[in-house]
């Protein structure tokens, strides 16, 4: 095999350590904060909502994590968490990059959408970098393949 078709396999590894990393310490992060889940003051989620409210793309999603920031709070970092897992074992790796978008663009039209210009914010790009996991999913040292490879051994032997 040729440099060229053994970098093609291996190219998406990079982005899947980078993110899973990245995700995995941010849920870490969050949950060991005793300020950013608490019901406010400095540093607080509570705090972060009311101050990006009015200049969020979707303030309604704001309003709703205002309800219960502590709730909210927890949840995102704990749906981090996970999604870096699946990310970094390459666990169910299309629905834990659909997860790591879905928290990015919720992340982006509401936290970072006021960023100006739009490149200074970064869970735009983090967006966009889920994407190709979505589309291909963890090909290359994931518990999906191995899986998938078990479960086509055995139906050779049922089958076979």
Same mark, same amino acid.
């Given at each position: 095999?040729?440099?060229? /078709?053994?970098?093609?396999?291996?190219?998406?590894?990079?982005?899947?350590?980078?993110?899973?990393?990245?995700?995995?310490?941010?849920?870490?992060?969050?949950?060991?904060?005793? /300020?950013?889940?608490?019901?406010?003051?400095?540093?607080?989620?509570?705090?972060?909502?009311?101050?990006?409210?009015?200049?969020?793309?979707?303030? /309604?999603?704001?309003?709703?994590?205002?309800?219960?920031?502590?709730?909210?709070?927890?949840?995102?970092?704990?749906?981090?968490?996970?999604?870096?897992?699946?990310?970094?074992?390459?666990?169910?790796?299309?629905? /834990?990059? =659909?997860?790591?978008?879905?928290?990015?663009?919720?992340?982006?039209?509401?936290?970072?959408?006021?960023?100006?210009?739009?490149?200074?914010?970064?869970?735009?790009?983090?967006?966009?970098?889920?994407?190709?996991?979505?589309?291909?999913?963890?090909?290359?040292?994931? =518990?999906?393949?191995?899986?998938?490879?078990?479960?086509?051994?055995?139906?050779?032997?049922?089958?076979?």
């Amino acid at each position: 095999m040729g440099l060229r /078709a053994t970098a093609s396999r291996y190219a998406l590894l990079p982005l899947r350590l980078f993110l899973g990393v990245t995700f995995v310490y941010a849920g870490l992060d969050k949950l060991t904060d005793s /300020a950013f889940l608490s019901g406010g003051g400095p540093g607080s989620l509570a705090e972060m909502l009311d101050s990006v409210r009015d200049a969020a793309a979707v303030p /309604a999603l704001v309003d709703l994590a205002q309800h219960s920031p502590e709730g909210f709070g927890t949840a995102i970092a704990v749906g981090e968490l996970t999604v870096g897992l699946g990310t970094l074992f390459g666990l169910w790796a299309r629905v /834990a990059a =659909l997860g790591g978008a879905l928290i990015s663009l919720t992340l982006w039209l509401t936290v970072s959408w006021a960023s100006d210009p739009y490149y200074y914010g970064n869970d735009l790009p983090y967006l966009m970098a889920w994407i190709p996991l979505i589309m291909a999913g963890a090909p290359m040292y994931s =518990l999906d393949t191995l899986l998938a490879l078990r479960r086509r051994r055995r139906g050779q032997q049922i089958f076979g």
